[in-house]
């Protein structure tokens, strides 16, 4: 095993819609999360996101548990509809406000902050030029990034794009990043996102030139079902599919020749500009920051097989056939969480070493957690055992890719505290620190420390070296 490098930043995540809540506070507009009761794909019987775990009115005494865990780092999201008002780009200087607050206090315990520009909550007014469908989305994406890097940059360091953009294009719906009106196809707007990304980037380094700024992509390793060439031959497509053109296009910034095949293959067709060409090409990454949850497993699907699901209603990992290339199938080696995401410590491991071996760049985890229905014990204490299990797990298992060779920077799993699931509600618990509430029952919110909360503190104060 190899040491953790000395300035390792250890910390947690958050995302903005699922922890602030106050959606009508603070002159904050509304964003497509906070209709989630109107879209039809929202499970009944479990809470959304209007008051989530109140981090807009707990923001001190959630840093300063960070702070008590020693955390060298946190990553976070700005809300876009908190910071911009309306399409025209007028600026709320109450949002701008909250976050500057919030920058400044974890400057104050001397944790990084690292911020996601975009994470799901595609403010509502975006609709009137047409949603992510618009070619013109980019362009709102990059004044809005603007303000951002105007406002934080002499104090933020680390920046990243899109969280998750792979995912917009599989589990859309179901997160409920794409509008049920959406008349474009997935593949159109995840160019579109792309090119907003792409524009970010370019962006960054014009103001910032001495900040850094990455993707977020979720990226797992995929695994053929068998020794079979064909199942073999439907990972290959499921690792361009799934990974690939994702990192493709922002780190070598072009789609490649896999993916124009796939295209015709599925009888689709993207729009893409000569300008959105040459602004691809020269817009690459200082770092890839990546969420892993889960490994995917595939077998080969024959033209025959059922039909086309890619538009998937499962999860990140399971649910999709595409005929003539594969579907995913269970794992049978490997446990799965209450919620039946698979674990899979190792395939962190050769995850990590895949990524780093085809681009070369550092890597920084932004997610990685388990999801889990916490137990509040009559004396108010969390034994979340199994999440310390799946930590150490992890935790090893990337310090065993460092061993390999693989250049990293962070860890930053989620969640730092409880916040509410894209669409399992708050009982789908991640944090460190439990949030006192049920689905309905708002009770007082109350911050109380898990078990896992002091184990990490130990890990942190060690630099991993326990593990
Ligand atoms: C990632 C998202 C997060 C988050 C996490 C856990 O895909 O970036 O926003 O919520 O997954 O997923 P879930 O909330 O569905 O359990």
């Known amino acids: 095993m190899k040491k953790f490098p000395k300035n390792f930043l250890w910390g947690a995540s958050s995302s903005a819609y699922q922890f602030e809540g106050a959606i009508n506070e603070g002159g904050k507009v509304p964003s497509?999360?906070?209709k989630f009761d109107e879209r039809k794909s929202y499970p009944k019987g479990i809470t959304g996101f209007k008051v989530a775990s109140d981090h807009y009115n707990h923001w001190k005494e959630d840093v300063a548990l960070m702070a008590e865990m020693g955390f060298k780092s946190y990553r976070f999201s700005i809300s876009w509809p908190r910071i911009i008002k309306n399409i025209k780009g007028d600026i709320n200087p109450e949002g701008i406000k909250f976050?500057?607050?919030l920058i400044d206090e974890l400057i104050k315990y001397n944790?990084?902050?690292?911020v996601t520009i975009f994470h799901f909550d595609t403010p509502s007014f975006i609709e009137e030029i047409g949603g992510l469908?618009?070619?013109e989305f980019s362009n709102i994406f990059e004044l809005y990034?603007?303000?951002?890097f105007e406002n934080y940059g002499s104090k933020v360091n680390y920046w990243l794009t899109i969280n998750e953009l792979n995912m917009f294009a599989f589990v859309g719906q179901i997160i409920g990043v794409i509008s049920e009106k959406s008349k474009s196809t997935k593949w159109q707007i995840m160019h579109n996102l792309n090119v907003a990304q792409a524009k970010a980037i370019r962006l960054c380094k014009k103001m910032l030139p001495n900040a850094k700024i990455g993707p977020a992509p979720n990226i797992s390793s995929v695994y053929a079902n068998s020794n079979k060439p064909q199942d073999h031959l439907a990972k290959l497509n499921f690792d361009q599919m799934r990974n690939w053109i994702f990192l493709d296009i922002v780190c070598r910034g072009e789609y490649g020749t896999w993916f124009k095949n796939f295209l015709k293959l599925i009888n689709e067709e993207i729009i893409i500009t000569n300008e959105e060409k040459e602004i691809l090409k020269n817009s690459k990454p200082d770092f890839i920051a990546f969420n892993y949850y889960s490994t995917m497993t595939v077998e080969y699907a024959s033209s025959k097989d059922s039909k086309n699901s890619l538009n998937n209603l499962g999860d990140q990992q399971s649910g999709f056939i595409i005929p003539g290339i594969g579907k995913t199938v269970k794992n049978k080696n490997l446990e799965a969480t209450q919620f039946g995401w698979e674990i899979d410590s190792i395939g962190f491991r050769n995850t990590l070493r895949e990524v780093y071996d085809r681009y070369?760049?550092?890597?920084?985890i932004t997610e990685n957690g388990i999801g889990a229905r916490d137990v509040l014990t009559d004396d108010k204490k969390i034994h979340d055992d199994y999440r310390i299990e799946y930590y150490q797990k992890h935790i090893r298992a990337m310090s065993e890719a460092i061993a390999d060779g693989v250049e990293m920077i962070g860890y930053m799993p989620w969640s730092?505290?409880?916040?509410v699931s894209t669409h399992e509600g708050?009982?789908?618990?991640?944090g460190f620190v439990y949030v006192n509430r049920d689905e309905f029952d708002e009770k007082d919110m109350r911050r109380i420390r898990k078990d896992s909360f002091f184990w990490y503190k130990d890990l942190i104060e060690k630099n991993g070296e326990n593990i």
């Open 133 to 135: 469908d618009s070619s």
């Open 99 to 101: 976050y500057r607050d």
């Open 360 to 364: 070369q760049l550092p890597i920084m």
């Open 426 to 430: 708050i009982s789908k618990r991640y």
């Open 416 to 419: 730092a505290i409880d916040l």
């Open 111 to 114: 944790i990084e902050p690292i």
């Open 32 to 34: 497509i999360m906070d």
């Open 145 to 148: 990034s603007k303000v951002l």
